[in-house]
């Protein structure tokens, strides 16, 4: 690591709370770019506000620290701001693999019992929250939340924004007593791995090593505030929602979210965006390469790139780095 710059953490820890990361964020860099999503932009100023829009929801539904809300939707940044909501009130989140089928799904909901479930009404030809009133999770689960403005067909069922405005007259004062209250060792997401015995087994992460470790982790990377992270690492499992979303609220970045893998719509979100970090398996990396119609010219402004999640021969992190000339105009 020579030559590494110290972290923004050397001499002072990093909150203790994911909660109050995005708080410190909001407070030390609020007109910063935090998120971008299409057309749509936010401040950490502006992320924080919309998180505890969310929170004010959650909590005129009735849910409180230690309730548990599974959001089963593909990356966007309203599942971004819904985690966020979902930590600073002390409840813990439960993000499931967009990939599994909806039978899958709701096997897992009902073990992890939660008290809302946040999803969307069409992702990749399929509408999952159809899908999951087919499976009766309504008579399990008292709210369904979807996150892209359809409005599921069940009387459980609100859009985001209807669940926002449910929630526009909770007083800063109840949101700000519930974020205190969330302390270092209390349990912030349960996530289901199924390791190496097939059936998933849910483990429960906490607040406290979630902030420190991440704050390691992107110390690691060489992040600095104004960074611009691809969000193509999936927000279901750490790598996305704590290697992206946690880390880059620690480091004063923003998040560009990315659904799905195209070759194209990535170097053009790249080059648009002027991001500067990427992170993903060795097949994204090797797919932006290889595609004949991506000109790795257009991927200069990345200075990090973070490989990972399986094994890639020496010759192609030489690869990574030679042809899509990682970090060398920001040298």
């Not at 966007?76 to 499931?96: K, N, Y």
């Not at 929630?167 to 209250?181: Q, T």
């Amino acid at each position: 690591m020579s030559g590494q710059p110290p972290s923004l953490y050397a001499e002072t820890a990093p909150p203790a709370t994911i909660g109050a990361v995005l708080t410190a964020a909001a407070q030390r860099w609020p007109d910063a770019e935090a998120m971008v999503e299409g057309t749509r932009r936010w401040t950490f100023r502006q992320y924080r506000a919309a998180a505890d829009n969310v929170a004010r929801g959650l909590i005129a539904a009735q849910i409180g620290p230690h309730d548990r809300v599974v959001i089963w939707a593909p990356n966007s940044a309203d599942v971004a701001i819904s985690a966020m909501a979902i930590h600073s009130i002390g409840a813990t989140v439960v993000p499931l693999n967009t990939r599994l089928t909806g039978y899958e799904a709701a096997e897992l909901i009902q073990r992890a019992k939660p008290s809302a479930v946040f999803t969307v009404g069409g992702f990749l030809g399929r509408d999952y929250a159809g899908e999951l009133i087919g499976h009766g999770i309504p008579s399990l689960v008292p709210l369904i939340v979807t996150l892209d403005g359809a409005h599921p067909a069940a009387p459980a069922g609100r859009s985001l924004d209807e669940f926002c405005r449910n929630g526009r007259d909770v007083p800063d004062a109840r949101l700000s007593a519930l974020a205190a209250a969330v302390g270092p060792a209390d349990i912030s997401d349960i996530m289901f791995t199924s390791g190496t015995t097939g059936a998933p087994k849910g483990a429960m992460l906490r607040h406290g090593a979630s902030t420190r470790g991440y704050a390691d982790y992107g110390w690691t990377l060489g992040l600095r505030p104004g960074d611009r992270m691809v969000g193509i690492p999936p927000f279901f499992h750490t790598f996305g929602l704590k290697g992206i979303v946690l880390t880059a609220a620690l480091y004063g970045a923003a998040i560009l979210p990315v659904a799905t893998f195209d070759p194209c719509q990535l170097a053009d979100l790249i080059e648009r965006e002027q991001a500067t970090v990427l992170q993903g398996s060795p097949t994204i990396f090797m797919g932006l390469i290889d595609h004949p119609a991506v000109d790795n010219s257009r991927l200069r402004s990345l200075r990090v790139a973070g490989p990972g999640a399986m094994g890639l021969a020496a010759s192609g992190f030489a690869r990574i780095r030679d042809e899509m000339e990682i970090g060398r105009a920001h040298v």
